[in-house]
């Protein structure tokens, strides 16, 4: 056969293959010298291979009964990766019955293992085929003792097993029945050093929805049932998150399984005496001869444990039940010397944060405590860090920088004296560090806030140049004689009257709020409070002007071009508050922030009036219901 001829067998066959001409396949593999085991592509997949990587379950029958049963070691051929064909038939979960005939035909297959020391098992579990994977299974458990070694099927060559790989490729549901066949697997590390907790601890996709910028899959999420397993939605929106909230179901089952029974948790190290409270930048630092080899073996680098990589990935749920199984645990440390409290609070993660200072009596413990760099938690909020999140977040800088500075001044409320007055290995206060790595932010927050004022302030004036001329053009025009209205006493006619008054009224305060906006010193505790609220104010005022224009333009046309029908005044409203809808659904995200904003601050200065007596008698000693000091910001 010539190069020429074999290229163009391989071409029709690989056609007939994708198209589904099984007729086609079976006949040319008749004429073959190979028969169905002639390798089709350059990485020397044979036609078997490919048929059952289609999932085409008859075609793969076919081709078997052209081969002679007698000769099973035909059937170990492998390709390039080292897949054989039981390989191949365990990526889906359409071929379990040619994958049935292929091991009873040739039973060696089942531990036959690929480049990566995968056998079949294995391979059905990466790609998370539940039918293939305890068909499989079953086979190990018919074909092996109980006491026999599984290592070969459960682990390949880089350490990873099966529970690893089926955690990374996200089947939770398939990691818990595997967790739970072999409880063995739950503390083995793979290549990395990781557990299955440690990996899980690292998919905050797999706990929160991912819904909250989408108002409408969030709607549906949470007042809608469509957790049951029996139906599947046909609507792409409501399998969407249907499919979601059986990933979340099933990461939760898992995690409760795993934290019971996955000691890593515990890989911890306790502080040494070395870091102790350093209130000032002078005199010099502990000396080498102070460093005892306790210390050295105790301040070795220790591997992240599950509570730590979840507060880092924002897995919130891991957090906070392993906080309930192992209350102790919120004493832990990483290989820098941070609490949870430090880790919580470097990467916003602010419901982890919460949930830990609302533990009483551990905070006590916590808020006190320095890192290996001397830093106090006062100074983690000064610190930046980038992850996904932080990547995607669509907040203006003003916005960030805002509540960056409402979580120093809470963290600051929490902590001790001591640990608010700190210095670090570097000479700095958290005060001084917080500035220094916000200098540009700052920048931003001031070009931002000056951008928006600007632009609001020339809609407030284009709105209240069109209402001051409105007054003077009233619908019907003046009466020649007496210069009064001709329509004034139309009923409509004092709507638009009042609702022109109010436009222009709102327009010039709008006004004159941004223009104190621009003028503004912007200091940096003016962020805090100060040009959010006036900007949360001025757009108040700017959507009120707004909407009485509109309301002013609605009451002209019905003056003046209305049948006198209910149904054409229903129209003219909608026409003419359509404007209004498309202004406030424009700006409606800046406005939900700086609600969110306001009613912080608000619960802020309640907490302050009533403050927790726990926590303020140790912060303020003189007086337990001394208010706390504000954050000195200049």
Not at 108 to 119: K, V
Not at 415 to 433: D, F, H, I, S
Request: proline fraction near 5%; aromatic fraction near 8%; include cysteine.
């Amino acid at each position: 056969m010539t190069s020429r001829n074999y290229r163009r067998i391989n071409a029709d066959l690989y056609k007939a293959l994708s198209e589904g001409d099984d007729a086609k396949v079976c006949d040319a593999c008749r004429d073959l010298p190979d028969g169905p085991l002639h390798k089709l592509t350059i990485h020397r997949d044979t036609i078997l291979h490919i048929a059952s990587y289609y999932k085409r379950n008859k075609l793969v029958l076919q081709l078997l009964r052209l081969l002679p049963e007698d000769e099973p070691n035909k059937l170990t051929l492998k390709n390039e990766a080292g897949n054989t064909i039981l390989h191949a038939t365990a990526t889906n979960d359409k071929t379990v019955e040619a994958a049935a005939e292929i091991l009873h035909r040739a039973p060696s297959l089942l531990t036959m293992t690929d480049r990566l020391g995968e056998t079949p098992f294995f391979r059905a579990a990466r790609y998370g085929k539940i039918k293939s994977f305890y068909f499989l299974k079953g086979e190990v458990s018919r074909r092996f003792p109980e006491e026999a070694d599984l290592t070969g099927f459960l682990r390949r060559n880089d350490k990873a097993t099966i529970l690893h790989v089926a955690i990374h490729s996200e089947n939770f549901d398939l990691a818990h029945d595997i967790a739970e066949a072999y409880p063995m697997l739950i503390g083995e590390l793979d290549g990395d050093g990781m557990t299955g907790l440690q990996l899980l601890a690292c998919k905050p996709s797999a706990f929160n929805h991912g819904f909250e910028e989408n108002f409408f899959k969030r709607f549906i999420s949470t007042f809608t049932d469509l957790s049951a397993k029996e139906r599947t939605s046909r609507v792409p929106i409501l399998k969407e998150v249907q499919k979601q909230n059986r990933k979340t179901e099933s990461a939760n089952k898992l995690a409760t399984l795993l934290i019971e029974k996955d000691a890593s948790w515990e890989a911890t190290s306790p502080m040494s005496n070395q870091n102790r409270i350093k209130p000032h930048k002078y005199g010099g630092g502990i000396s080498s001869s102070t460093i005892t080899p306790v210390d050295i073996v105790i301040n070795a680098p220790t591997h992240d444990s599950p509570l730590f990589l979840a507060t880092k990935s924002g897995c919130t749920e891991i957090v906070k039940e392993i906080l309930q199984v192992y209350p102790q645990a919120v004493e832990h440390i990483d290989e820098d010397g941070r609490d949870i409290l430090h880790v919580a609070i470097k990467y916003r993660r602010m419901e982890i944060y919460k949930a830990v200072i609302n533990m009483k009596f551990p905070l006590t413990r916590l808020r006190g405590k320095i890192d290996k760099q001397g830093n106090s938690i006062l100074h983690m909020v000064g610190m930046k860090v980038s992850d996904q999140k932080t990547e995607g977040d669509i907040r203006s800088p003003a916005v960030v920088l805002r509540d960056d500075l409402l979580l120093f001044e809470s963290v600051k409320n929490i902590c001790t004296t001591l640990a608010t007055l700190q210095v670090n290995n570097k000479g700095e206060t958290a005060e001084q560090l917080f500035i220094e790595n916000n200098a540009q932010l700052r920048i931003d927050a001031k070009e931002w806030m000056k951008s928006t004022a600007e632009h609001c302030s020339i809609v407030a004036v284009l709105i209240a140049t069109v209402a001051f001329a409105a007054a003077y053009t009233v619908p019907g025009g003046p009466n020649q004689s007496t210069g009064y209205p001709l329509l004034k006493s139309k009923p409509f006619f004092i709507v638009f009257a009042l609702a022109d008054a109010l436009s222009l009224t709102f327009s010039l305060t709008s006004v004159i709020i941004f223009l104190s906006i621009l003028t503004s010193s912007f200091r940096l505790k003016d962020f805090k409070n100060s040009l959010h609220n006036k900007l949360l104010l001025g757009l108040t005022v700017l959507i009120l002007s707004v909407s009485m224009m509109m309301i002013s333009f609605a009451a002209t046309l019905i003056l003046t071009i209305s049948s006198g029908q209910d149904w054409t005044n229903i129209m003219l409203y909608m026409i003419s508050f359509f404007p209004v809808t498309v202004f406030v659904c424009s700006y409606v995200h800046l406005y939900k922030l700086l609600i969110k904003a306001f009613e912080e601050r608000v619960k802020m200065i309640i907490a302050s009036i009533l403050p927790t007596p726990d926590v303020e008698s140790i912060n303020h000693p003189i007086h337990p219901s001394q208010p706390p000091t504000a954050t000195s910001f200049v």
